[in-house]
């Protein structure tokens, strides 16, 4: 049974997410910490939890999901695994912060392993499926689990919403074709955890959501 943990961090308020199960392994998708006392408390959570960092993951590759890659390196001697599409995407991080205002954005470390659409990603004894929707960057995916019906959407697909594709390297035909052909034809009840703000469902989404209206 896997258990998720949100934990918001930096400036962007981007969801960071802990999946473990009772084995004591864990995953981290989309690592956020910027500040110190960010860092802290992911270092509280697994320790009060008594769980293992196995393995790091990205749903893409823009700033504010890889801030964290370099603690997660330091810290649980981790590289992310992430599509080889967004791979180019590190080197922009720091010049990117820089526009921001942000002055200590450091290069994140390569990339540990790419991912691509259809691979299956173990931890304990659960499995994460990786579909591949981009759009909103070119090497976006997603993380499916069809035994608990849940998806880590990243920045693909919110409650009521879906993900920018006005930055650079975004194509809007591309993130609706994507989020019909792999992810509208989930269940209704699938949860769908988001990169920003509160989860949502297929269903709700479905139903309510304006962008997506005549796609499935």
Partial sequence: MITIETLVFNHWQENTYILYDETGEA??????????????????????????????????LHIDHVLGNQFAKDQFNLLTQA?????????????????LGLENVVEPPALGKLIKDGDVITFGNAELKVLHIPGHSPGHVVFYNEAQKFVIAGDVLF??????????????????????????????????????????????????????????
């Fill in 159 to 216: 409650r009521e919403s879906i993900g920018r594709t006005d930055l650079p390297y975004g194509n809007y035909e591309q993130l609706l074709e994507g989020i019909k052909n792999k992810l509208l034809v989930l269940d209704d009840d699938v949860d769908v955890y988001p990169g920003h703000g509160p989860a949502t469902t297929i269903g709700h989404e479905r139903s309510n959501n304006l962008f997506l209206k005549g796609l499935s």
């Fill in 83 to 99: 599509h080889k599409d967004d791979e180019f995407l590190l080197a922009e991080a720091p010049n990117y912060g820089l526009r």
């Fill in 27 to 60: 995953v981290l998708i989309d690592c956020g910490v910027f500040f110190k006392e960010e860092g802290k408390r992911l270092i509280d959570f697994l320790e009060l939890k008594k769980i293992k960092l196995v393995k790091q993951l990205n749903t893409h």
